[in-house]
């Protein structure tokens, strides 16, 4: 992004080489709904100029003296949990770096993973940031790992068990990969709501079992209590940006049914919640924002024993100079997962 909120290719200095930084050259990059939402509308988040991107893979190309004290050297492979927290609020000191009160993240405060090389500041080794990436996972199927652990982030206040009813608004990867965890946890009936008509088949297709809602020609309130026997959702996560969707979720959630805001919403963000609702259905209703190394090692330990395939969301690998192609892809042709190869 440039000093005009532009997005565009350009030429820039490569990073520093520090005492305490490390460098890793990127093997693959993958655009996000963030970045997709910057590329749209822009991003007041952002400081320009600024590298963008924070979902990557690659190999350690420089190590300072300061860093190796942590055992990082040349040539490892790494990815990185991009929300670096200070370690010294208390959201840090209880685990929860990704709430940090002066929380950082790479491709926002730091140049991001969109560019050959990208520069992990000596914060985010200290912080424990940087991630070793085993073989048996690809440059590719590791720029999923930190979207993947967010959702796993999401349903850590959802407690999904055998036999709930889960309903997941949006078939992005997102929703996919919510839907696909969920499966794992023994739901018994896994729909996804989504009105356009090819992402809504990919999710069929991606996720085995799961049931697909077309809000454009089905109403969504009747169908999940149709498919619930009229109880409703136990869970609900709107893996959307779409404000009345946070509306709709109360009601079909069940009673004691437990709703995850998982999306965030542009613009105005009041007026979707229904507090009689929540008292009288006694709802939980959470909120997640990003993730944390934590749940990023567990994405990984599951890609690695076979339970979460990545690849297979990916549906468009484009090098760096035509980054713009994979983001119109994006926009034009509800492309799931555009990869980046520097």
């Known amino acids: 992004m440039d000093e005009n909120r532009k997005l565009r290719v350009a030429d820039v200095p490569e990073p520093e080489k520090k005492e305490d930084n490390i460098l890793v050259r990127v093997r693959a990059a993958s655009i996000c709904g963030t970045d997709m939402r910057t590329f749209l509308k822009g991003n007041p988040k952002i400081t320009p100029p600024r590298v963008l991107g924070h979902e990557f893979a690659g190999d350690i190309l420089y190590v300072g003296p300061e860093a190796a004290a942590y055992g990082w050297k040349e040539g490892d492979r790494v990815t990185v949990a991009p929300a670096i927290g200070c370690g010294e609020c208390w959201p840090c000191r209880s685990g929860h770096t990704n709430m940090c009160d002066c929380l950082e993240t790479i491709g926002f405060q730091y140049d991001g993973v969109f560019a050959p090389c990208v520069e992990i500041p000596g914060k985010a080794v ?15 199927d590791a720029t999923l790992i930190e979207p993947a652990a967010c959702a796993l982030n999401g349903q850590s ?10 309903v997941i608004y949006g078939s992005g990867i997102i929703g996919c990969t919510h839907a696909e965890l969920a499966v794992q946890k023994g739901a018994a009936h896994v729909m996804i709501v989504e009105p356009v008509e090819k992402r809504g088949r990919i999710a069929m297709e991606k996720v085995p079992g799961v049931i697909w809602i077309n809000p454009f020609t089905q109403n969504t309130v009747e169908e999940v209590m149709k498919i619930t026997g009229g109880k409703g959702a136990n869970v609900v996560i709107t893996a959307t940006s779409v404000p009345s969707v946070q509306a709709e979720a109360q009601d079909i959630a069940a009673k004691m049914g437990r709703i995850c805001l998982f999306g965030g919403l542009p613009g105005e963000s ?7 609702k929540i008292h009288y259905k006694e709802l939980q209703i959470c909120g997640v924002h990003a993730t944390t190394v934590d749940f990023m090692e567990q994405i990984m330990e599951m890609m690695q024993e076979g339970r979460l395939d990545a690849k297979k969301y990916i549906e468009k690998i484009v090098p760096l100079e035509e980054i713009e192609k994979g983001f119109l892809s994006v926009r034009d042709e509800n492309t799931m997962k555009v990869v980046i190869h520097p």
């Open 157 to 166: 206040y959802m407690h999904i068990g055998a036999g709930d009813d889960v």
């Open 126 to 140: 200290r912080m424990g940031n940087l991630i070793a990436l085993p073989d048996s996972v690809s440059y590719d």
């Open 270 to 276: 009041t007026g979707f919640i229904d507090s009689n």
